[in-house]
């Protein structure tokens, strides 16, 4: 039927598209493994990191998984709920860095700001 | 006629019955729906892990060799395996299904590469002496804090249930894919895609892992 038509218009992107796309991806992993031997603090690292990795799933989901190509309504329809959804997971790390605090607690040597104030 | 993708206003009669609103089969609405559903799986794991991580001492024992050389040529086999992926699909797509058979079976080959690294990665880690709810005796001494808090013996649990379950689906999708390289003269064209739909999110969730399970704990030598 006509569906089988649209088909063959959805699957845009020639070869060479998808080549530098994998290219991109391996640069990026490459920048990703160097990262992991410069000295830096790790918020600084796991936000770049975080960053680089956002952008190779956007890449995949793009180009490979063809959703760039796909209607509006079916992009609207998936992406926004599952970004809200993993954003308010983020609701737990409150608590971790909480119990982080409490672990510090069962140390016998007194907190060096005490001293200070002598 | 999919040219009005493009329309500025909304076309309210896509909602009335008798088309596909979205413009893909119900068969791809699914996956889509069933990716969503395992991307939320995958990012609990993840911040249950970061959760762990953030309220602990965490050890940070992967060297470069084997550790972080396999996990990068495992990453390189993914990455690889999701180009024949779509070079699959792009022949499925112009009608060539012996050509869409070759590179599924070369998707295939990289995602068995894929398997068998990451078992000889965690066989490294094993005969260390990582178990899902305790470290090697020589760890715990060595990442422990400078004020003597022990590090978190949850380091086995999180590692291995999060890269076990990325495993167990790049294991069934290397199955489907078998499924539908066998029987891809019967298929459609879009049964094809989404096989191939179900493996760039493989490749997808291990653009993930890598970067937190892998990267973010090398062992850069001083502590």
Not at chain 2, 51 to 73: D, E, G, H, M
């Amino acid at each position: 039927m006509s569906a089988h038509a649209e088909e063959h218009e959805h699957f845009a992107g020639s070869n060479k598209l998808f080549i530098s796309i994998w290219v991109w991806l391996l640069i990026l992993t490459l920048i990703e493994i160097v990262l992991a031997y410069r000295p830096m603090a790790i918020h600084f690292m796991l936000t770049i990191l975080l960053g680089l990795s956002i952008i190779k799933a956007a890449l995949i989901v793009a180009y490979f998984m063809h959703l760039k190509f796909e209607r509006l309504s079916l992009i609207l329809t998936i992406v926004p709920m599952l970004v809200v959804c993993i954003c308010l997971l983020f609701v737990f790390f409150p608590d971790s860095f909480r119990s982080h605090g409490l672990r510090y607690q069962f140390k016998e040597t007194p907190p060096a700001p005490a001293e200070a104030t002598h | 006629m999919s040219t009005e993708a493009r329309a500025p206003h909304f076309p309210a009669a896509d909602w009335d019955g008798g088309v596909f609103p979205y413009r893909v089969g119900h068969r791809k609405l699914g996956m889509w729906l069933f990716i969503v559903s395992d991307s939320l799986t995958f990012s609990a794991l993840l911040i249950g892990y970061s959760y762990l991580r953030a309220s602990n001492v965490w050890p940070t024992p992967f060297p470069f060799y084997p550790s972080i050389v396999f996990s990068s040529v495992m990453t390189f086999c993914l990455l690889s395996s999701s180009l024949t992926m779509v070079f699959g699909v792009s022949a499925s797509s112009r009608g060539d299904q012996a050509k869409a058979r070759k590179w599924i079976l070369a998707t295939i080959v990289f995602g068995l590469a894929f398997i068998i690294l990451h078992l000889i990665e965690w066989n490294h880690l094993y005969s260390e002496g990582v178990r899902p709810f305790s470290l090697p005796a020589e760890w715990v001494t060595r990442y422990a804090a400078p004020d003597g808090t022990l590090p978190s013996p949850l380091f086995g649990a999180t590692f291995f249930t999060i890269t076990g379950l990325h495993m167990f689906h790049v294991f069934t999708g290397a199955i489907y894919l078998g499924v539908v390289a066998a029987r891809v003269k019967k298929l459609k064209h879009e049964d094809v895609e989404i096989s191939g739909l179900y493996w760039h999110f493989v490749d997808l969730v291990w653009m993930f892992v890598f970067p937190l399970i892998y990267i973010m704990s090398v062992d850069v030598g001083a502590h």
